[in-house]
């Protein structure tokens, strides 16, 4: 049987997940109702976090199909996937156009010498323009340097939610089938070497409770058999004996027990305890390794320390250093994107690819009853031939045109560079292309969307390192610091929130040190929550009718963008708060006089 191995690429909401899944069960190999997205995180968030493959048949051909990530932290997951594959399908929204994912994963494909198939998608929508969209592609392919054969693409249009694609936006409606075609015609079999020694490569990991570490990748040459003896070479040449426990393959999302496998196939291997993603696994001693998956570097960095809140060990299970250090060392193993410093004494440092890379981490810790508190991320910088670099990130901004004259304000301040403006599609939109500074970006998102009111889009991806660009100033507003500790009173925080935005609802109890809101004056301030309200004989008009706002909810991907330097976010199964790293009012004085001492 021949096989095919493609993978999806898209930026992230463009449709990559829904295409995936009806392609899926228009193919039988799920039933309705069954999608990728199977993660709980997925689900909540509605994008892709984790890679992952299936497989169909069609007119007798098998073809393995990887879901990829479309957000930027979690492009390490697409880099390796594409080495993996044959072709791709870059999916891009009719509407839209190409973002800055798009042209992160397509720069990438492009590089490794594959030829896209175009799925130009949603054209079942009102504001779509296929046409439009085609050839903003068609000159991102021309400024990525592609090369003849891949200029030569194919375009198909379709509605991945109506479950229909054509070859002509203006096809009679049916289904997948002209991108079924498309692809059985467009991508070449995988060359089956059976005949040479086996050459197995993971481009993903797994963990079964009874299994161990399960490797997922392709056989390149050769034949994988079950019960076989093998060699597992890193790209620095060292090799280890190991042994094939179990062998599966792929039918649909479901995985299969195999007996063996044969060059071209995706498989997944048990057995092989330390294999790493990047290894290559050899039937030979004397076979050459595969060259190594290169995935590009972390741009930001935080540390991660024991929880030592007055309320720490409220909620957790795992509260101790040697516990969180034996998960943070298990998710090393799976998440190639993600760098740790175990060095220090008092706290581990944490190297991602951006906010949200490290804030799903201590999401799925919080969730598995991990406690534990973390510093403001910074970027990471670096010395380049003496000069000091930092990351920069190309940031598109759609939004409507009275809101853009604040945008490029803001951006601006942060050292943001216009490079470009220019209508959107949706024509009462325009669109605003930056250079900016990653650590101008830090902090950002939830002001944009009060700038905008909720109806700005801001995409980005991180375009490598340049010259530090300067000071930026990134909060505007103070932190609200509890005096004291014991349960809220509406009383109070009635009065504390003509100051600024609370965090805290009525009765939430709070200790001292910790920020319970911000000041819009941009300055600390230390208040008393807890301050009831002096009783009296006399009766004044309204004191009864206390009415509070609805309070800012702390999350983990606001409480990264609100920290300050000299605060903590403490992080729970049951909540997010943010504190001072100094409890005490007095320690904070006296810490800032030694800050401003002479000498």
Known sequence: MEIRNIAIIAHVDHGKTSLTDAILRQTGAVAEGITMDSNELEQERGITIYSKNASFLYRGSKVNIVDTPGHADFSSEVERVLRAIDAVILVVDAVEGPMPQTKFVLKKSLELGLVPILVINKIDK???????????????????????????????????????????????????????????????????????????????????????????????????????????????????????????????????????????????????????????????????????????????????????????????????SRQIKERLMRELEVNVGLKIDFSLPDQFKIYGRGELHIAVLLENMRREGYELQVSQPQVI???????????????????????????????????????????????????????????????????????????????????????????????????????????????????????GVLYIKPGEEVYQGMIIGSTSRGEDLTVNPIKGKHLTNVRSAGEEGIQLKVPLEIDLEKGLELIAQDEFLEVTPKSVRLRKKLLSAIERVREKRQKVKPG
């Open 381 to 499: 910088t670096k010395r380049v031939a003496g000069r000091l670099q930092e990351p920069f990130e190309e940031v598109i901004v759609d939004a409507p045109e009275e809101f853009s004259g604040a945008v490029i304000e803001n951006l601006g301040k942060r050292r943001g560079v216009l490079t470009d403006l220019k209508k959107s599609g949706s024509g009462a939109h325009v669109r605003l292309t930056f250079n900016i500074p990653t650590r101008g970006l830090l902090g950002f998102r939830q002001q944009f969307l009060l700038i905008t009111r909720g109806e700005g889009i801001l995409t980005a991806r991180t375009t490598g390192f340049a010259d530090f660009a300067g000071d930026i100033e990134r909060r505007e507003f103070g932190s609200m610091v509890s005096m004291a500790a014991g349960k809220a009173l509406a009383h109070a925080l009635d009065n504390l929130q003509q100051r």
């Open 126 to 320: 009102k504001e779509a323009r296929p046409a439009e969209v085609h050839e903003e592609v068609l000159e991102l392919f021309l400024e990525l340097n592609a090369n003849d054969r891949q200029l030569s693409f194919a375009t198909v249009y379709a509605s991945a939610k109506a479950g229909y694609a054509r070859f002509h936006p203006s096809d009679a409606s049916g289904d997948l089938t002209p991108l079924f075609d498309t692809i059985i015609q467009r991508v070449s079999p995988a060359p089956a070497d059976a005949g040479k020694p086996l050459r197995f490569q993971p481009f993903n990991l797994a963990y079964d409770n009874f299994l161990g570490r399960l490797a997922i990748g392709r056989v390149y040459e050769g034949q994988t058999n079950l019960g076989q003896n093998v060699f597992v070479k890193t790209p620095d040449g060292q090799s280890r004996p190991g042994k094939i426990t179990k062998l599966f393959t792929f039918s649909g999302l479901a995985r299969k027990e195999a007996k063996n496998a044969e060059a071209g196939d995706i498989v997944m291997l048990a057995g092989l305890v330390d294999v790493d993603i990047g290894d290559t696994v050899c039937g030979d001693k004397d076979v050459l390794p595969l060259p190594a998956i290169a995935v590009d570097e972390p741009t930001i960095v935080l540390g991660l320390l024991v929880n030592n809140s007055p309320f720490a060990g409220r909620a957790g299970k795992f509260v101790t």
